[in-house]
């Protein structure tokens, strides 16, 4: 009776999780939205961003690898999350039709080098000025970016933290 008992829980436990390991619960799948071609051309992920990955600030840097390859680097505010990137843009049809261009939108693969992997994906405006989407990291939380090295953007002051805009934010807020 005990071993069918203890075959049973295996079967069970052996039931809840994925051939890699990881809990059924644990994997959020990430289904990206559909990428569209802009008319003024193709979207250029390159640069310098400051924001937040699933509630974290940071500063996002992205450099091209290749015509539809990226590699970005995130760097929280206290350094002590990081985690690289391999993004890839993907192609779309435009409005008006034709060959396949590169898109608005890159999805990624990422690691923080201490066993934390994930997926995600984002897109961004029409202006090359923001970025936005969603990050896979056990759970599933929110990307958010601005540019800081566009010529028509200034860089918020050092005086300015975290904390002066979530100050600001609450005031608005109440």
Known sequence: MARLLR??????LAGGCRPSGT??????DVAPPAGEVYPEGASDFTGEWVGESAG???TLT??????DRYYGRFTSEDGLVRFVCNLRQIRATPAEGGAMLPSNLVTFQWQDGRGGRGGGW???NRESSALTGEIRY???GTLD???TDAPD???PAEAETADAFADEFDEQAG
């Open 62 to 67: 992205i450099q091209r690898l290749a015509s």
């Open 153 to 155: 953007i200034e860089a």
């Open 7 to 12: 075959a049973a829980l295996l079967l069970a």
């Open 56 to 58: 974290i600030f940071g």
């Open 145 to 147: 970016f601005v540019r």
């Open 23 to 28: 809990l059924v619960s644990d994997v959020v």
């Open 138 to 140: 056990g759970g599933l």
């Open 122 to 124: 984002a897109l961004i």
